[in-house]
């Protein structure tokens, strides 16, 4: 487990050298050091929140005064030191080991959630995994993971969601922009964003009458893991060099566009696949 958390930060430490002009607007860092928001009552339980996407996500929601459940599958340690910034910038959160693929496991997640805060207002499916290759090279091994994950591991968060939830809340799913984009090598991967579109859609339509919100949230080109593991720096420049804005997103861009939905301005948007991407799509 060690040996893997270091290699997950020596990768992304790798990808932000890359982009020094985003790092130094340090939108990351700023959000994690500023004091959370008094308690605004509310609970919300982020998947996969022990780095990456996730992790600005459970930060940025405790800074708006929500107790947060983190969550991770083997980085503990990661997801541990989630909650230690959280509670150092003011704010509540605990963590809790769940392999979302696991029904049974994203059940024990909702119950310990439960257990600490009483009831949850905001769910965040974003535990997901990416395997690329053209479609000769995919082996079934790859496929079949993603798709336990990403399809039917955020199915499993979902539905609990819609059993648990209390009424006016909001449910966020990762897509992502790969679903407009079709690039070569993203196949099954797309296919397991695409998932969440119709997801959120009809899901919405369910929760509707309980003024709860569903929608999810496509991004494009993160610097996180899962974006630049595999890629060569060459090749992470030139995806840069594509982007109309020049960088990469942040990890907290998308946290920013998850908290806007969950604010009271997001009540009547549901139903939606909302694009975070600076025009990559
Ligand atoms: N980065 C991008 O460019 C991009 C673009 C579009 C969409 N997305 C989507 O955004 C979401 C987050 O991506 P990211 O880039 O932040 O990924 P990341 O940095 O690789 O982080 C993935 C997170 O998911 C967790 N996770 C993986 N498998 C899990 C499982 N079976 N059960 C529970 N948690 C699990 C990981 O936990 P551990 O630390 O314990 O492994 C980690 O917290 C994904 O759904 C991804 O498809 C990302």
């Known amino acids: 487990m060690a ?17 020094p002009a985003v790092m130094a607007t340090g939108t990351a860092s700023a959000q994690t050091t500023r004091p959370a928001q008094p308690s605004n009552g509310k609970v919300a339980l982020v998947t996969g929140s022990s780095r990456g996407i996730g992790a600005a996500t459970a930060k940025r929601l405790a800074r708006d005064g929500y107790a947060v459940t983190v969550n ?48 949850v207002d905001v769910v965040v499916s974003n535990a997901g995994i990416m395997r690329l290759a053209p479609f000769r090279d995919m082996t079934d091994e790859h496929f079949d993971r993603m798709f336990a994950v990403n399809a039917k591991g955020s199915f499993n968060v979902l539905r609990e969601a819609a059993r648990r939830m209390r009424d006016g809340g909001r449910i966020i799913t990762l897509s992502s922009s790969i679903v407009q984009l079709r690039s070569p090598t993203y196949g099954p991967y797309a296919a397991t964003k695409a998932v969440q579109d119709m997801y959120a859609g ?9 003024n709860i919100a569903v929608n999810a949230v496509a991004p494009g080109l993160v610097n996180t893991t899962l974006f630049t593991d595999g890629k060569t720096e060459q090749q992470i420049r030139g995806f840069i060099g594509r982007t109309p804005m020049g960088r990469l997103g942040e990890p907290s861009d998308i946290a920013d566009t998850i908290a806007a939905l969950c604010s009271g301005d997001g009540a009547w948007i549901s139903g939606q696949t909302i694009f975070s991407n600076g025009a990559v799509v």
């Open 202 to 210: 009809v899901l919405a339509k369910e929760l509707g009458a309980r």
């Open 72 to 119: 991770c599958v083997v980085n503990r340690d990661l997801a541990a030191g989630v909650v230690r910034e959280i509670e150092a910038a003011g704010g509540r959160a605990i963590w809790v080991q769940a392999d979302v693929s696991d029904p049974a496991a994203v059940r024990r997640l909702f119950d310990e959630n439960d257990r600490g805060f009483g009831g």
């Open 3 to 19: 040996e893997r958390n270091d290699v997950t930060r020596r990768t992304v430490l790798t990808a932000a050298a890359l982009v």
